[in-house]
């Protein structure tokens, strides 16, 4: 049998030479949680509710246009890519059916990727549950199934959902978090991970609900597993793991006191409801509640507010057809009426509150809940099934468990779940900058720090100055990755999300072309994945049709690092292929014709312009692309202790520890774009042994490549490229070659 392409090795991922990987990655993409038919982005109301007739075939983009998107990526210093994809679109008709047509498109895409040389492993990603719940993720018969009525959602606010808010150019900024928060979300992720134990009367097809969603859901992932296993040129060479779910939430289970709102729960927007006013909402009782909003130091009260549905629930009313799915509620289900009233939790005649801690303790241990013991039982307990449908089908899958987001990781270090097999996966996003759009280089917040209780006062987690947000935020992701090796043993750490906004400071960028805040917010986070000893990281997000207008054309986010109002670093050449030297001293030639085959006939360079208003922004730029290509090891001989880039002075350093020395055959390979090191401005310093730089087509992609053959021991590597100017590009300051054209001008230099 081969060695496998990418195997981990205690707390490493090692390739079949042995070297260390590290994973420099992305998340494709964001426009794969809406359909394509009918296209619907979340400003969009046509069509909405018809949630079992979509189709999502051409996310994240068709097989056409792989080619320009894979090849941009690559030529980008990206290795690995996190493969967004929902289960609203492969069982969308409905429970057990399933879209092949998708499958194949999705088959197809995998096979170009792999032409590429990118490793994938495959996110089955949502956000607040569904499209319908506010966010993406799980079909609409799911809603349904729970006893709810999407339609009534905007009356009763059981979600705040995008594509029915009356002025979709208003809906307010990040409130579809807060969903987790709100009744819908609550009611599904409370019976998703513990229906049999605060929802025993919710039997459908002779299952409690939990066991329904949760068996369908992970049948899905395994059709999808299966079909991919049965294409013959994929498991492996390409799709290397499988992550357990995005973002999971605990919903209801563990609240204390459902008539206040529990003081772990951070983030409040809007009109705020304790569980309990979010259950009388529900049920057609009008609430007065706080309101929130998010000001210059975090969340603030900012006044009261009303909101009367006017009687109209949001569960399903009594005579709903129930036959629609196929499926048999059972008799004791009662539609028409509140599930937690079913379960003796309030009294629906006089509106009174039985059993305010209901959720407070299991009833099976009397133990009290918090999230720790959430983590633990119940979300364990979902991964467990996860990943054995996911290992029947891929014995060998590389298994990334995302535990419920900055909540301490799952207790299994020595258990039968330490699986050496198994990444932590981890989220992180500097809140401050997320919330307020506005890179604020004056003041940030140690918010893990905060979390973990290390401060006998919240003034005290305010760091002061861009050096200690710098710091602080390298910090964080320091300890959630030491915190998961405390708790789930040794094993790789990968942030699979992190990003920033690029409509900052109500999109100056976009009317100005200045980039320089989205600049220094991309290099705080990338100098922080770089300093925190992680194995790698997909950025948050790669969107094809991102515009100034809608931004990622979900929910008012906007992180995609590409868009088609700005400008893309060029990625193939407009003249003939410049002869080289190679290492061994023989002339060689770097031709694009086989790129240029398969290449569809949109450009390279751009895509098309998208109708953007002129007055939100129409001075495009480089999205702070200097900040993301970045130099970065690729395969180390040996074990990287640190690596860094400092954009400001252009230089990279590596330090590794070796048993081995690196050989002409077995090389440690490092990323080096010419954006930065372009030819004959490159000054490199080795502790010991000779170094080749040349500019290759890898797999597809045009990257130069530093090849360092080393001695044994502790070994360094300086490289120091040309300096230049933030939040703007060469275009901007001269007139200068496209990122491919200098690869294309660039020789290969042996020292």
Known sequence: MAPLRLRIDGRTFRDP????????????????????????????????????????????????????????????????????????????????????????????????????????????????????????????????????????????????????????????????????????????????????????????DGKNIQDYLQDHFVSACRHLARRIQEAGDLEDGVVIGWESMNEPNRGLVGFQDISVIPSEQKLQKGPSPTAW?????????????????????????????????????????????????????????????????????????????????????????????????FTNKWFMSYYRKHKEAITSVYPSAIMFCQAPVLEIPPSIKGTEDDDPNLVFSPHYYDGVTLMMKKWNRYWNVDVFGLLRGRYISPAFAIKIGETAIRNCFRDQLSAIRKEGIDYMGNHPCVFTEIGIPYDMDDKYAYKTGDYSSQSSAMDANHFALEGSGANGYALWTYTAINNHEWGDLWNGEDLSIVSVDDKLLPLSPNSEPQMRQSANGTTTSSDDRNLKETLSTTSMLSLERSNTPAEIGSNPGYRAAEAFVRPSPIATVGSVISYGFDLRNCTFALLLECTDAATEEVSTEVFLPVYHFPKDNIAVEVSS???????????????????????????????????????????????????????????????
């Open 17 to 204: 030479n042995n070297r260390e990987v590290t994973l420099r990655g992305i998340n494709v993409a964001g426009d794969a949680k809406f359909p394509t038919s009918p296209d619907l982005p979340s400003q969009k109301p046509d069509h909405f509710y018809e949630g079992d007739d979509v189709s999502f075939v051409g996310r994240p983009f068709s097989v056409d246009e792989a080619h320009l998107h894979f090849s941009r990526l690559k030529s980008w210093g990206y290795t690995l890519i996190r493969y967004i994809f929902t289960w609203e679109a492969i069982e969308h008709a409905g429970p057990g059916r399933y879209d092949d047509d998708w499958v194949q498109h999705t088959i197809q895409v995998l096979r170009l990727a792999k032409d590429y040389g990118f490793y994938v492993f495959m996110d089955p990603h949502q956000d607040v549950w569904s499209r319908f719940t506010g966010g993406s993720g799980a079909p609409m018969w799911t809603v349904y199934a729970c006893g709810l009525n999407p339609k009534a959602f905007p009356a009763t606010e059981a979600a705040w959902v995008h594509n029915t808010y009356p002025k979709p150019a208003e809906y307010p900024k990040m409130i579809w978090a807060t969903n987790y928060s709100r009744l819908a979300c609550q009611v599904i992720f409370t019976m998703f991970f513990a229906g049999k134990t605060f929802a025993p009367k919710a039997i459908i």
């Open 689 to 751: 042994g000779k170094w080749t730089i040349g500019v290759d087509d890898v797999n597809g992609g045009m990257i130069q490549i530093l090849r360092w053959q080393h001695e044994k021991g502790t070994q360094s590597l300086t490289v120091k490229g040309v300096k230049t100017r933030q939040g703007t590009s060469r275009g901007q300051e001269e007139e200068a070659p496209g990122y491919l054209q200098q690869c294309w001008q660039s020789g290969c230099t042996i020292m």
């Open 277 to 373: 006013q979010a259950i009388l909402l529900g049920s057609g009782r009008s609430c007065e509640m706080n309101t929130w909003d998010f000001g210059g130091l975090g969340p603030y009260k900012s006044g009261t507010t009303l909101v009367d549905p006017k009687g109209e629930m949001a569960w399903l009313p009594a005579d709903y057809d129930d036959s629609k799915y196929g499926w048999k509620r059972d008799p004791n289900w009662k539609l028409g009426e509140c599930i937690w009233a079913q379960h003796g939790l309030w009294n629906q005649s006089s509106d009174e509150l039985l059993k305010k801690d209901y959720f407070a303790k299991d009833p099976e241990s009397g133990r009290k809940i918090d999230y720790e013991y």
